[in-house]
Each structure stands twice: as structure tokens, then as C-alpha cells.
């Protein structure tokens, strides 16, 4: 009777073991088209921009450097480092948008209830930049911007003092509509008992905002603001539009300065280094956001 019970057991083992690689099997089969894709278009690239970093081209031949592209970078580049600033610059007013999102997306779901269709208008309005390219807008900006306003009016997209402030204003706008859309959505989903509570126990506007709205949406605060950073560190149609990169390099970010040197220097395994570097920044800020977000580093 336990032989019997024994066999039974063992035959049952030996059907889940086939059971699970069968699924594992088709689970495979299922992941493989993605697995294939990513391969090619993301873990290739990032091998190869990895290989292509250690070398440096001159006169169409490759030459081994190991991590001097690195080292030249940190060091004696002072481009890179204008375009590091301006980056953080373009980053900071990108958060300032999420903060401006964040009041408007309160005052249209708060204050203009009535009537619905000024609410509407200002939505559709908002809604501009997201839905026409930069192509359009940046000649549209720049445009407008080279119009003789007064006498002796000059356009401040030439001036390298000013032109930094106004492309990082410029990409503040075009970046609000789409975090207020995304704010007025999370604002949208908080109960209205929570308020009415709030109301009867006599909290004031402020300590409702502070105490109630803020807990109930800092993840998608902290969600916009890592996004918003590494959209920052890969701004490109907005200074190819405006500026293209001047005057000098007063606007230039690190995505425009790398591929001025993939094609006007040519300088292929020095860009390779700059994507490298703009990549470790991106990936240091996703590891920000899992923390902020998920907690999977608590």
C-alpha cells in the first residue's frame, strides 16, 4: 500500500515538473517577439554605444582610447559642462511646470465648476503644445519673438544672456499642458466626502490642500517629476527650433552638443561617451522614481 502511495506521489511530481516546463515553454513563446525587439533596439545599441565610447575617430579611422573620452569629458570639456547646466536649468523649469499643474488642475476642478464650457476652452487650450509639433511652434515662437515690438527691439533668442531663460520658459509651457491634463485626472479620483469631512471639522482651505489634496497625489508628482527631468535631459526639437544651440553654446543641451559631434565633428566614439554619460543620468533618475514611487528600495 505505501509502494502504491509512493508511486502515486512520484507520478504526480513528474507531471508537475512537465507541467511547469510546459508552461514556462509558452510563456516564452509568447515573450519572445518583445524579447527579440528589445534586444535588437535597446540592449544592442546600449553594447555597441558602450564599444564605440572607447574610441575615438579621426580622419575616418578609429582609434583606442580606453576611458580617455571619459576622462577629456569631465575635465576639459568646458561645452559639455555649459550643457550640463543648461539641461538642469530646462530640468528646474520643467518642475516648475508640475507646480503650476498642480494649482491649475485644483483651480479648474474646484473653483470653475460653473460654467462648463470656460473650463473646456481653457482645457482645449492647454492642449496646444502637446498636440502641434515643435517643428510648427518653435518657427511660430521664433516668429513672433523677432517681431519689431518697439524701437530698436531685439530679438531675445540673439542674446545669450536671455535666450537661455526664454527656451527654458518655452519648454515650462509646452510641458504644462500635458502634467495639467494628468493633475486635473488625479485631482478627479480623490473622494469629495474627504473635503465635505474636512469642511464640517472646519479645516481651512489651506490645511485641505496641505493635508488632503498633496498626500493623495505626491505619487503623481513624484511620477511627473522624474519623467519630467529625463524629458529635460533629452530636449532636442525645442533648441533645434529656437536657437540651434546659440548663440554660442548658451542653450545647447547635452543631447544637442552629442549629435553636433556625430554630424559636424564626427566624431562618433566621443558622442558615443556623451550618450553613455546622458544614459547613467537617466538611468540614476529612474532608480529616483522606483524609489519615490514603488518603494522597492525601502
Not at 577629456?72 to 508640475?98: E, P, Q
Not at 518653435?138 to 527656451?167: E, Q
Not at 485641505?208 to 524629458?231: E, H, R, S
Amino acid at each position: 500500500m505505501s509502494e502504491s502511495k509512493a508511486s502515486k506521489g512520484t507520478t504526480y511530481m513528474q507531471w508537475l515538473k512537465i507541467y511547469r516546463r510546459r508552461n514556462l515553454l509558452k510563456a516564452f513563446l509568447f515573450m519572445s517577439p518583445f524579447l527579440v525587439l528589445f534586444t535588437l533596439f535597446s540592449v544592442f545599441p546600449i553594447i555597441q554605444g558602450i564599444m564605440l565610447s572607447v574610441y575615438r575617430t579621426i580622419a575616418w579611422r578609429e582609434i583606442y582610447v580606453g576611458f580617455r573620452n571619459y576622462i577629456d569629458l569631465f575635465t576639459k570639456d568646458d561645452v559639455f559642462r555649459i550643457t550640463v547646466v543648461n539641461t538642469l536649468r530646462y530640468a528646474g523649469f520643467s518642475a516648475l511646470s508640475i507646480v503650476l499643474a498642480l494649482f491649475l488642475g485644483w483651480i479648474l476642478n474646484v473653483l470653475m465648476v460653473k460654467p462648463p464650457s470656460i473650463k473646456k476652452a481653457f482645457q482645449s487650450s492647454i492642449l496646444i503644445p502637446i498636440v502641434i509639433s515643435w517643428i510648427s511652434l518653435g518657427m511660430a515662437w521664433s516668429w513672433f519673438l523677432s517681431m519689431p515690438f518697439t524701437k530698436g527691439w531685439k530679438n531675445p533668442l540673439t542674446d545669450p544672456n536671455a535666450a537661455p531663460w526664454i527656451v527654458s520658459s518655452l519648454i515650462m509651457w509646452s510641458s504644462l499642458g500635458y502634467n495639467t491634463i494628468l493633475m486635473m485626472a488625479s485631482l478627479r479620483t480623490i473622494p469629495r466626502e474627504y473635503y465635505e469631512a474636512a469642511l464640517i471639522d472646519g479645516a481651512s482651505g489651506t490645511q485641505i490642500f496641505v493635508y488632503i489634496t498633496l498626500p493623495l497625489v505626491k505619487n503623481l508628482l513624484a511620477f511627473m517629476a522624474v519623467t519630467g527631468a529625463i524629458g529635460a535631459f533629452a530636449v532636442f526639437d525645442q533648441i533645434a527650433t529656437l536657437t540651434g544651440g546659440g548663440p554660442g553654446w548658451s542653450t545647447s543641451s547635452i543631447a544637442w552638443y552629442m549629435q553636433r559631434q556625430v554630424f559636424y565633428s564626427l566624431n562618433y566614439g566621443y558622442a558615443a561617451t556623451i550618450a553613455m554619460t546622458l544614459m547613467l543620468f537617466v538611468f540614476i533618475l529612474s532608480l529616483i522614481q522606483y524609489r519615490l514611487i514603488y518603494k522597492r528600495f525601502a
